[in-house]
C-alpha cells in the first residue's frame, strides 16, 4: 500500500469498468463520446495499426488485483465495457471466468457485461445464461427513435438487429437492462418511448442524457457550425485547452430533459411501481430516504468507479479518459493503490467541493448532489461559473416527483410497499 492509500486510511470499495477491446466498435453512433480514445493509443499518421485488446497477461493480472482489492463480505462485480465488449470472442470471457474461480477462492464473482446488440445469437446467449452474466443492451426507443443516431459503420440502421437480440434474451431466459440515451430527437416522445419499452417486455430501464461539446475543427468537419457556443468551464479549460466550445446538437437541452424524465415517470406511476424499474426514478427514492442511490450521477462524491483500457492504464473515470486524469497502470501500480490514492480521493472530493451557490442553497440538493461534474460547464443563475447544465430540467423534475416521493418514503418507513403510491390520489401542488 502506498503512502497516499495510508493517509486516506482503509481501502473503501471501487468499481472498474474494463474495457476489453479497447474503444473498437462495429457501430458509429453519432453521440459516440468513446471512439476518439482510440486516438490516445494509436498514431494518427503512418500505417494503421491493429486495434489494441487487453491481452491475456493483463487480464489475469487485473482479474487477480480487481478480486484482492475487494472488500471480503461483498460479492466481486466485473464489468465488461466498450467500445463494443462482444468484438473479443467467448473464449475470451471463458478464460476470464477460469480466472475469476481461481484467484476468488470461493468468494462470489458477478460478471456485467454492456453491448450494442448486434452481434448477439443463441450462443452468447447460452454463454451468458449459464454463467449468470447481467447484460446492458442500448436501445434507445421505437425505430425511428433508435435509428437517428444508432447506425453501424456503414451507415445503416441497426435497430432490428437490436430487437433480435431483445428476443433473444428474453427467450433463453438471459438477464439483461436496458440503457437508453436521451438525446434531442428521442427526448420529444417520452411516452411512445416507454409505452414502446414496456410493451417489448422490458422491466429494467437505464438514462444517460447526451450532453457532449465539441471544439471548433470539430464542428466545422461535422457542418455543427449552427450549434451554440458554450464557455468552457476552468476545468474544461484546463482539461482540452479550449476557451470555448460548441454543444453537439444531438445533445439534449434542459428543458428536453425535465420533459422527458416527467413524462415518462407519469407513465410509470400510473400502474407501474414495483413491475418496472427505472434507474433514475429508483436513485431518487433513494434520495428521498437518505441512502445513497445506485447512480454515481447523484451521488455526493465521485471517485469509486475508475474505467481501466486494454493496457492496462487506470484513469478516475469513464467520462475523465484524458491524461490528466491517468492514474496510473496496472503492471507498475496496483488497482487498490491507485483508486485509493489522494489524487483519486481529491478528483472524487472535487463534486462536492464544487457545488455552485445556486447548488448549495437548492431544496433538492440532497437528491442531486449537482449531477455529474463533466455536465457543469453553464452559469447559475446569478452567473456562477461550473454550474450543471441540465439544471433546470432537473429541478423540473425533482419539483414534479417531490409528493409522491414523500407518498412512497412513508410508505417504506411503514413497512409497505411504495406501489401503494398508485392507489392514493396525490396532488403536485406545491
Known amino acids: 500500500m502506498d503512502q497516499d492509500t495510508i493517509l486516506l486510511g482503509e481501502k473503501r470499495p471501487f468499481h472498474i469498468m474494463a474495457k476489453a477491446a479497447g474503444a473498437e466498435c462495429n457501430m458509429r453512433c453519432d453521440y459516440c463520446y468513446y471512439l476518439e480514445k482510440d486516438k490516445l493509443y494509436r498514431p494518427s499518421k503512418g500505417p494503421r495499426q491493429p486495434s489494441p485488446r487487453l491481452s491475456d497477461e493483463l487480464l489475469e493480472l487485473y482479474i487477480r488485483q480487481y478480486i484482492e482489492a475487494q472488500p471480503r463480505q461483498a460479492p466481486v462485480v466485473f464489468t465488461w465495457h466498450g467500445g463494443e465488449a462482444l468484438i473479443r470472442p467467448r473464449s475470451f470471457y471463458q478464460r476470464a471466468l477460469e ?9 462470489r464473482i458477478e460478471n456485467t457485461l454492456q453491448t450494442n446488440g448486434l452481434l448477439v445469437n443463441e450462443d452468447w446467449c447460452r454463454f451468458f445464461r449459464d454463467h449468470d452474466f447481467l447484460i446492458g443492451l442500448s436501445l434507445d426507443g421505437y425505430q425511428e427513435q433508435h435509428d437517428a443516431y444508432r447506425r453501424t459503420v456503414g451507415g445503416l440502421p441497426t435497430f432490428e438487429r437490436v430487437m433480435r437480440a431483445v428476443d433473444l434474451m428474453q427467450r433463453l431466459g438471459v438477464e439483461f437492462n436496458i440503457l437508453s440515451t436521451v438525446n434531442t430527437h428521442n427526448a420529444d416522445d417520452p411516452e411512445g418511448y416507454y409505452r414502446f419499452m414496456k410493451g417489448i417486455g422490458v422491466r429494467y430501464i437505464q438514462f444517460t442524457p447526451i450532453v457532449e461539446r465539441i471544439d471548433e475543427s470539430c464542428a466545422r468537419k461535422a457542418n455543427f457550425v449552427e450549434a451554440p457556443y458554450i464557455h468552457a468551464s476552468a476545468e474544461s479549460r484546463e482539461m482540452n485547452g479550449l476557451e470555448r466550445v460548441r454543444l453537439a446538437p444531438y445533445s439534449i437541452t434542459p428543458e428536453q430533459w425535465g420533459s422527458f424524465t416527467t413524462g415518462v415517470f407519469d407513465e410509470w406511476i400510473r400502474e407501474d411501481v414495483g413491475e418496472v424499474f427505472v434507474q433514475l426514478f429508483d436513485s431518487t427514492l433513494a434520495g428521498w430516504m437518505g441512502v445513497e442511490p445506485g447512480v454515481c450521477t447523484l451521488g455526493k462524491v465521485c471517485g469509486h468507479a475508475g474505467v481501466m483500457e486494454h493496457n492496462g492504464d487506470v484513469y478516475s473515470c469513464d467520462h475523465y479518459v484524458y491524461p490528466r486524469y491517468l ?100 396532488s403536485r401542488d406545491q
Open 327 to 426: 492514474l496510473g497502470n496496472i503492471r507498475q501500480r496496483s488497482l487498490s493503490e491507485m483508486m485509493n490514492s489522494s489524487e483519486q480521493y481529491r478528483f472524487g472530493r472535487a463534486k462536492l467541493e464544487g457545488l455552485t451557490k445556486q447548488c448549495l442553497e437548492c431544496e433538492y440538493l440532497f437528491a442531486c448532489n449537482g449531477e455529474c461534474p463533466k455536465n457543469r460547464f453553464a452559469q447559475s443563475s446569478d452567473g456562477e461559473w461550473g454550474h450543471n447544465y441540465l439544471c433546470s430540467g432537473y429541478y423540473r423534475f425533482w419539483s414534479h416527483v417531490a409528493p409522491y416521493m414523500d407518498y412512497m418514503k412513508q410508505c417504506l418507513l411503514q413497512g409497505l410497499p411504495a406501489s401503494q403510491v398508485m392507489r392514493a390520489h396525490i
Open 99 to 107: 480466472l475469476q474461480q481461481r484467484y476468488g477462492q470461493g468468494r
